[in-house]
C-alpha cells in the first residue's frame, strides 16, 4: 500500500519561503509524476508543480516564477518551495502521486498525502 | 476564476441520478481526459474517476464519467447520504502546458 506522509515549516511570515517535503512509502518512486496541489481554506484545489524521476518538471504558469519542486530518489522523497508568501498563499497544501501514461496529459492523483495547513500572517 | 467551470452545488434525494457538469475549452476537456475527484470534508481528495470514464477499483458502478466536445458531466445514481461531498473535475491544458481543476461542486443528499 502506497502512503504518502508530508511535513515542513507551518506558521509563516509575508516574504518568508514556504518548504515541504512528501516522503513515499510503499510502491516504486520510479514511472511517476511527484505533484504539489494546495486548497485555500474554503476554496478548490489548484495544482502547483510536478517532478518525476528524470526531474522533468511541470509548473502552474501563475505560480512558476516562485516555485521549486525537486526529487530525492535515494530518500523517496520530493519536495516543495515556494519564495515569497504572502496571505494569499494560506492554504493546505498536498503532495499527491501522478499516475497514468508516459505524457501529463493522461495523469491521475491516485494516492495523497495528509495536506498540511501553512498559514501566511504577519 | 477556474478554467473549468463547475456549477457551485448540486442536490438530490437519496436514490436519485444527479450530474454534476464541467466546461472548459478546445485546448483542455476538447483534447484531453477528464478527472474527478471526491472530497469529504476534512479529507484529502479521492480519484473517482480517470480518463474521462475509468474507476478506479474499489468505486462503486453508481459513478461514471463521460465528455462531449469540451464539457464533460460525472452522473452518480442511487444517491446515498455517504456522497455528500465536493466534487471536482481536472484535465490537462494544452494552453497552459499544466493542468487545471474545476472550481467544484458540493453535492448535498436532501
Known amino acids: ?122 | 476564476q477556474s478554467v473549468l467551470t463547475q456549477p457551485p452545488s448540486a442536490s438530490g434525494t437519496p436514490g436519485q441520478r444527479v450530474t454534476i457538469s464541467c466546461s472548459g475549452s478546445s485546448s483542455n476537456i476538447g483534447i484531453n481526459y477528464i478527472y474527478w475527484y471526491q472530497q469529504l470534508p476534512g479529507t484529502a481528495p479521492k480519484l473517482l474517476i480517470y480518463r474521462t470514464n475509468q474507476r478506479p477499483s474499489g468505486v462503486p458502478d453508481r459513478f461514471s464519467g463521460s465528455k462531449s466536445g469540451t464539457s464533460a458531466s460525472l452522473a452518480i445514481s442511487g444517491l446515498r447520504s455517504e456522497d455528500e461531498a465536493d466534487y471536482y473535475c481536472a484535465a490537462w491544458d494544452d494552453s497552459l502546458s499544466g493542468r487545471v481543476f474545476g472550481g467544484g461542486t458540493k453535492l448535498t443528499v436532501l
Do not use: M
Not at chain 1, 39 to 50: F, R, S, T, Y
Not at chain 1, 98 to 107: E, Q, T, Y
Open chain 1, 1 to 122: 500500500q502506497v502512503q504518502l506522509q508530508q511535513w515542513g515549516a507551518r506558521l509563516l511570515k509575508p516574504s518568508e519561503t514556504l518548504s515541504l517535503t512528501c516522503g513515499v512509502n510503499g510502491g516504486s518512486f520510479n514511472g511517476y509524476y511527484w505533484s504539489w496541489i494546495r486548497q485555500p481554506p474554503g476554496k478548490g484545489l489548484e495544482w502547483i508543480g510536478e517532478i518525476n524521476h528524470s526531474r522533468s518538471t511541470n509548473y502552474n504558469p501563475s505560480l512558476k516564477s516562485r516555485v521549486t519542486i525537486s526529487i530525492h530518489t535515494s530518500k523517496n522523497q520530493f519536495s516543495l518551495k515556494l519564495t515569497s508568501v504572502t496571505a494569499a498563499d494560506t492554504a493546505v497544501y498536498y503532495c499527491a502521486r501522478g499516475n497514468g501514461s508516459g505524457s501529463p496529459r493522461g495523469i491521475h492523483f491516485d494516492y495523497w498525502g495528509q495536506g498540511t495547513l501553512v498559514p501566511v500572517s504577519s
